[in-house]
């Protein structure tokens, strides 16, 4: 069975290092957040991962979820068990506001938490997600009434959230939703029609389930201008806070998947449901995308996630498994073979990771730090960049770390050879289950979109030019250290490569707009790669200060410079190509006519 | 369901128009093979596999093998009467030598029908191709006896073959094989031990199988050179050709596993089993790369074929499912939505797909030819060369061929967003069936190795250096015409990295074999991306060449240079990126201690 265990050293790093998390004393929230807290956060918290949650992966993924005749859903063997674990201990209320029970701790130690949990075991942490993306939608466009009645119960766990957006016919196109909304006398509305994939739809975790509906009001714009948001709760709920009767809502089936099959993806029939309107009319993808951004790095995080647990057994296996020897000469010429970790192409794969998941680590926590900046820092300016920078990074850190975060799990794979595709290894789930995050959320293609179409155009491209400077500045800098100059130097070659992408962008996507469509899945992984580099610069550089102090954990920082240089090596030369196939436009992606992708016999 | 046709148009033009295999009709087997008999071949067996296979193929996955407590598996419903009918048809006899009951035909047309029978069924595809395999080595290096005893009835597939390398501690590195042959008074070996991941290695689709095992002599040398090939029976067979009784051979287990689930694969139990040597004692290994070299070129064929399939339900997906609006303006104003073949960045992954698989059936028939020439061609220079030329791009075939295959199959079902993840699209199957293929038969780092460590050493470099010749000729020859000059031109850059490659591990790989290690999957990468590249000047050439002659196919040879177009422009600018990734060496990819892996919490 695979094994895991929280990078709770590397995320300390990040935190406290990098990001420095505790200069940030001053402002709400962060001032519970001392380094004591952080540290037993980090430490309990992974350790419950890796104890609790962790064993329960492969049986859950092997048992799946069953539904019953009368339409209820039971999760894996454990689960129930694991998940009062969960609730009791608080994991899930870290971030979530003191004003409804929560903790009130910043994003970036609840982030920092979530990779945890989804290594340990993605499909259980993917009920406690869902419910955050509730509870976001519902602190944001709630009605103070809405949130006194579900928030406390939704962040303490007893109650738990879902999305409801894709319907049949209707995924990434949302003015496509045909569920309607018939308002009743009373002041709620009536909900009909039908949702698919909807994870977490229906289970036997909580005593409640509140789902978040997107469905369309009579007479409403047949776009996506014509959606509204309605909070649906499975159990209506009683004047004292107590579950009362069934709502019309119901499981029609599960579906069977090629992954994360411990979590309950539902068809859910609305049949006259009794729903409230959560925020304006017609208004209700303004709400969604509150939950989406959320949920889209959380997403993000679940490629890292799936590559560090494939990673960590990887190279236990590495370690363990003897075959042929080192191509220098026998590295142990007593035994019959060397393990495998001799051989320099299972080390390129082991470094790849390596690099791979380091960086994403600190792309996803800082990411987590600008959430918190958004909301928390002292001025408008300062919230207003923070929320800017976040919104350019949130499709690259979903796009790209999901791409790369399912390419790392297969590799890792690899490693095992054979062994790699048996079942029992674990480790072609953790191929599956990185799988889907590529997809949900927004596919990678609509991430790519979101970043090029209006995310690189936001505020007069304000936000994307900030990103420039803050590379381009941290490269200059760098430059004058012997160590960081090579990192710095090729950075920042890198970056070039972006800014010129950038501007072919510029001067062809107005005139032709499936330029930029066919070149926007490139220009997402130029952005992730030298977003990545920069991560791996700020790393160096804290590193290369920590080894001139004398460190106690000296090898731990020579390690970081090592991996920084493997990261320029072998990462960086992509964003050369992709530039290149970008330029290259649209036109030999859109020459042929439908009909010749046809095969003919 | 997904569904599957047979790409018969695009295998005509490869063996047809640009491998002109009719020019060949002077040596043995080719003269059968009229343009006639080459229709048929491809048409009917096209057909047979779009009937007959391809709609158990989701069936098969689903239901999967079962063993039963007497140790007998039995293959998913349907899987018997589609295998008799796939025997009466003959379809596994056709590049078989009609001494022992086949057709004599070219290996090119057998390949033709591989590629088909494994998009339609790559699980059932795999019991013939082990047959194939085993029925190699009988013809390379078995006894007169032997191959009259065993040969006519595996050809007829009354009698089906396997492969018996791997052990449990045991896989890449065949010295350590602990399989022993005793010596019998009868002159057979007595055999024991246990033999894991053989495919096929039990089933209900034959009355007897044939098991090709390595195993040790009593005192044979601690290594690769002191193994030996056995012939090992399911069942003794009588004088008369009469199936006897059952051998000590017995099936311990079936795997659970991530695909090919309609493939038994099987931990083989030898209890004394009666066994015959092929060939020499402790000349295992050289018989055995001769059913290897055979198998990866199947292999890589998988790697194509799953990329073909997953490609022809993408494209139906494409233009059935609507989303959104073309960027350009609604392609379909009437309806509310235009199907999302309309999105550049759908298009953009149907035509990698497209230049992928065309490009890849080109070098796969190419290939195929050359296994014929190296058997067949008419003076012993050119079967040398032939013989040389196929032994550098088997492993090509093999390692970038199914990278690139799995990547394609993937990003097929990412046309299909949600539903992709969905068992009952098939679109994830295609993914987890085509996961294999980079896996065995040598999982593609060893693939990359010996194309690095020993074929291009080969003979000094002759291979290699006569595949430069050819590609350089083959462009300069090209960019004398207007329209082939850019692809020519591009080509020859592709070509000058790879050259550059080769130049740097001349240079650095003798004195750290490392360095070689490092870059050697990056190199097989490189020269995937210009073995396409050359397959796709030829077919830009035939298909210019035929536009200018006015034929009655215009759209077919018009839609070539488009999708030749696409490949120059984004597919080659990766072989400069590769080549940098090589060029860094090995000194940050070895850097780490091997404690430096691990995890610290």
């Not at 992974?46 to 019953?68: I, K, W, Y």
Request: with cysteine.
């Amino acid at each position: 069975m695979p094994s895991y265990t929280a990078p709770a050293r590397d995320t300390r790093f990040v935190v406290n290092e990098v990001l420095d998390v505790a200069s940030y004393g001053n402002l709400p929230g962060f001032e519970s957040a001392t380094p004591d807290i952080i540290d037993t956060v980090i430490g309990e918290g992974g350790r419950f991962c890796a104890e609790v949650l962790a064993p329960l992966n492969l049986s859950g993924d092997e048992q799946g979820c069953t539904r019953h005749a009368d339409g209820s859903v039971t999760t894996p063997d454990g689960f129930k068990d694991a998940y009062k674990q969960f609730c009791e201990a608080g994991w899930g209320t870290l971030a979530q506001p003191e004003q409804f029970g929560g903790q009130g701790m910043p994003h970036v130690l609840g982030f920092a938490l979530e990779e945890f949990i989804s290594s340990a075991n993605q499909a259980f942490g993917m009920y406690p997600g869902l419910t955050n993306g509730a509870v976001s939608a519902l602190l944001a466009k709630g009605s103070p009434e809405q949130q006194e009645k579900y928030l406390p119960k939704m962040i303490s766990g007893e109650w738990s959230g879902t999305m409801n957006l894709t319907e049949p016919q209707c995924g990434t196109d949302l003015g496509l939703i045909r569920t309607k909304a018939e308002p009743q006398a009373d002041g709620s509305y009536a909900i009909t029609g039908t949702k698919i994939f909807i994870s977490a739809g229906e289970h036997d975790l909580t005593d409640n389930i509140i789902h978040l509906v997107l469905a369309k009001l009579p007479g409403a714009p047949d776009s996506t201008k014509g959606i509204s948001l309605f909070v649906v709760p499975k159990f209506l709920v009683n004047d004292d806070g107590s579950v009362g009767e069934r709502n019309g809502v119901s499981c029609g089936s599960i579906e069977e998947k090629m992954g994360i099959h411990a979590n309950a993806t539902c068809v859910l029939n609305y049949d006259e449901a009794k729903g409230w309107l959560v925020g304006e009319e017609n208004k209700g993808l303004a709400a969604m995308f509150i939950m989406m951004n959320a949920a889209r790095l959380g997403v993000g995080i679940q490629g890292l996630s799936q590559a560090e647990v494939a990673y960590q057994n990887a190279v236990a296996y590495a370690k363990d498994r003897r075959q042929g020897r080192a191509l220098t000469g026998p590295a142990d010429p007593e035994a019959k073979a060397d393990p495998i970790i001799v051989h320099p192409d299972v080390r390129r794969m082991l470094m790849d990771a390596k690099a791979f998941t380091e960086g994403m680590r600190a792309l996803c926590l800082w990411g987590a730090l600008l959430v918190d900046l958004s909301h928390k820092a002292s001025t408008e300016e300062e919230r207003a960049e923070a929320d800017a920078m976040i919104g350019l990074l949130t499709p690259v850190i979903k796009g790209y770390g999901t791409d790369k975060g399912y390419a790392v799990a297969t590799d890792m794979q690899q490693v095992f050879g054979g062994h790699g595709y048996i079942r029992e290894w674990g480790m072609e789930q953790f191929v599956r289950d990185a799988r889907i995050a590529q997809i949900y959320e927004g596919t990678n293609g609509v991430q790519a979109m979101d970043l090029c179409g209006r995310k690189l155009a936001y505020k007069g491209g304000a936000a994307i030019q900030a990103f420039f400077k803050m590379v381009g500045d941290e490269c200059s800098a760098a430059k004058s250290d012997e160590t960081l100059a090579p990192l710095a130097e090729k950075l920042e070659k890198a970056l070039g490569e972006q800014q010129a992408a950038t501007m072919w962008f510029m001067q062809n996507a107005m005139k032709n707009p499936d330029d930029l469509g066919a070149g926007a899945h490139d220009y997402m992984h130029i952005m992730g790669i030298v977003s990545l580099g920069l991560m791996w610069l700020r790393m160096a550089k804290v590193a290369q200060a920590k080894l001139a102090s004398a460190p106690d954990d000296k090898a731990f920082y020579e390690t970081k410079l090592a991996t920084a240089r493997y990261y320029i090596e072998r990462f960086l030369p992509d964003a050369g190509a992709l530039r290149r196939k970008l330029e290259a436009g649209s036109e030999a992606v859109m020459a042929l006519n439908e009909d010749a992708f046809d095969t003919a016999a």
